[in-house]
């Protein structure tokens, strides 16, 4: 069942204070989720691929972790940190604060808007934890195989809008075929049918639960 994989979840800024940042933690961990990417950036961010970022002092970005950690009751539970620095100071100041941030317990650096694949080997070089590559597409990274990625020695790989994108794209021409030709009946093959989306679900276990009540 797709509901029993692992769930990342974006924790942004942390939305607040330290205090919001701790009740975030708690709440995901009960929710069941395997872990979450706090950012350095300040509160009304913007996108990481996007210009006019700003980023929080290091010992800001500390606290925020340090909120995180205090509070995680499951040691399975990931709490990662997100650099945006590397558009803001540069290379070297985000190798920096991804060691600042390691040291501070966070468990994976995820380091955001990288130009060349070089730069996450040098990330790598410098921490003891596992590094994070964001393969959005459109944006700053360009896009890389995972073989690639390995040999710079990045351990996890993000995806974060590819299905968002894709169904998207897709939803848009389905209305554009229906509204040309007054039907949908030769997009039918491009379409999950019921079938599908049942087993998909386990919806059969469903039912079967149902009808022993």
């Known amino acids: 069942s797709v509901c029993d994989l692992p769930l990342l979840v974006d924790a ?10 701790a009740r975030a933690v708690k709440q995901m961990i009960k929710a069941g989720a395997a872990g979450i990417h706090l950012e350095d950036q300040v509160q009304a961010k913007r996108c990481g691929h996007l210009p006019g970022k700003a980023v929080v002092e290091p ?28 558009a803001v100071e540069g290379i070297e100041k985000a190798i ?46 360009p896009l890389h195989h995972l073989d690639e990625l390995a040999k710079v020695g990045v351990g996890l790989v993000l995806y974060p809008l590819s299905a968002f994108r894709a169904m998207n794209q897709a939803a848009l021409s389905a209305y554009q075929t229906i ?17 599908q989306l049942y087993e998909l679900l386990n919806y059969k276990a469903y039912e079967a639960q149902l009808e022993n009540e």
Request: charged share 25%; hydrophobic share 45%; aromatic share 6%.
């Open 12 to 21: 942004d800024t942390g939305w607040g204070s330290v205090l919001n940042i």
């Open 59 to 86: 010992a800001e970005m500390v606290d925020r972790l340090k909120a995180a950690l205090d509070v995680r009751t499951d040691n399975d539970f990931l709490i990662m940190a997100r650099t945006d620095a590397i």
């Open 96 to 141: 920096e604060r991804a060691q600042t941030y390691a040291q501070a317990g966070a468990d994976v650096i995820f380091v955001e808007a990288v130009d060349e694949i070089s730069q996450y080997q040098q990330f790598s070089k410098a921490l003891s934890v596992p590094i994070l590559a964001n393969m959005t597409e459109f944006g700053h990274t």
């Open 179 to 195: 509204r040309e030709l007054g039907d949908q009946k030769t997009i039918l093959n491009a379409m999950q049918d019921r079938q």
